[in-house]
C-alpha cells in the first residue's frame, strides 16, 4: 500500500510516521509531478487550510487532487485537511477541494477553547482519543455520513472512499484511525 501526504504545510511529519508504523509505504506530495505517479491513497493532513488551499492552488495541484479523488482514491482529511474536503465553509464564499458533502465550521470552538483532548466513541472502532488544535467541527452533513461526535458536535464523517476528522489522530499513541482508513483502502 503506497500512500501519498500532502507535505505543503502543517503535521504532515507525524502522519507519515503512523502509517509506516501500519505498515504502509508513504511519500510525500509537494509539486505536481510528486502526484502524477501511481500510488493508493491520499491524506490531507492539519495545518492551515487558508494556506494549504492557496499552496494547492498556486502548485497546480488543487485539480489532480480533485480528480483522484472522484476517481475513487481513498483519502484522509485530519483538521485542515477536513476543511479542505468540504464542500461548504461555514460564512465563508471559499471551496478548496470540495468533495465531501458537509459543511464545516472552521475554528469552531473559539480561540480559547479550540484546543483540547478528549476520549470519545469513534463508529466501528469504539473509544478514542482525540487530539483538537484550533478545531473545525462538522456543522451538517449532506451526503456525507457521521461517524464520531463530541458533545453534540459532528467530529468525524465519511462518504465512500472519503474520511474527514476535526481532530488529529496522528498526535495520539492510538494507531487505530490509520488502521481504520487502511482497511478502508484495501476494500
Ligand atoms: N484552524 C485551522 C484552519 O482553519 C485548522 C487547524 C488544524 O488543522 N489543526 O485551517
Known amino acids: 500500500m503506497k500512500i501519498g501526504v500532502l507535505a505543503l504545510q502543517g503535521a504532515f511529519i507525524e502522519h507519515e510516521k503512523k502509517l509506516i508504523e501500519c505498515g504502509a509505504e508513504v511519500f510525500e506530495i509537494r509539486q505536481k509531478r510528486d502526484i502524477e505517479q501511481s500510488f493508493d491513497a491520499l491524506i490531507l493532513p492539519g495545518g492551515e487550510s487558508t494556506v494549504m488551499g492557496k499552496l494547492l492552488n498556486e502548485l497546480d495541484l488543487a485539480n489532480p487532487v480533485r480528480e483522484r479523488i472522484l476517481g475513487g482514491m481513498p483519502v484522509m482529511g485530519t483538521c485542515a485537511g477536513l476543511i479542505l474536503l468540504a464542500e461548504r465553509i461555514a460564512d465563508d464564499e471559499t471551496v478548496h477541494i470540495g468533495t465531501m458533502g458537509l459543511t464545516v465550521k472552521r475554528n469552531a470552538y473559539g480561540r480559547q477553547l479550540g484546543s483540547f483532548h478528549t476520549i470519545a466513541e469513534f463508529r466501528e472502532i469504539g473509544k478514542i482519543p482525540m487530539t483538537f488544535i484550533r478545531a473545525p467541527y462538522i456543522e451538517s452533513v ?46
Do not use: W
Open 142 to 187: 449532506s451526503t456525507a455520513e457521521i461517524l464520531a461526535e463530541v458533545d453534540g458536535k459532528a467530529v468525524a464523517a465519511r462518504e465512500k472512499n472519503q474520511l474527514a476528522l476535526a481532530f488529529h489522530p496522528e498526535l495520539d499513541d492510538s494507531a487505530a484511525v490509520h488502521e481504520y482508513f487502511i482497511n478502508m483502502c484495501r476494500q
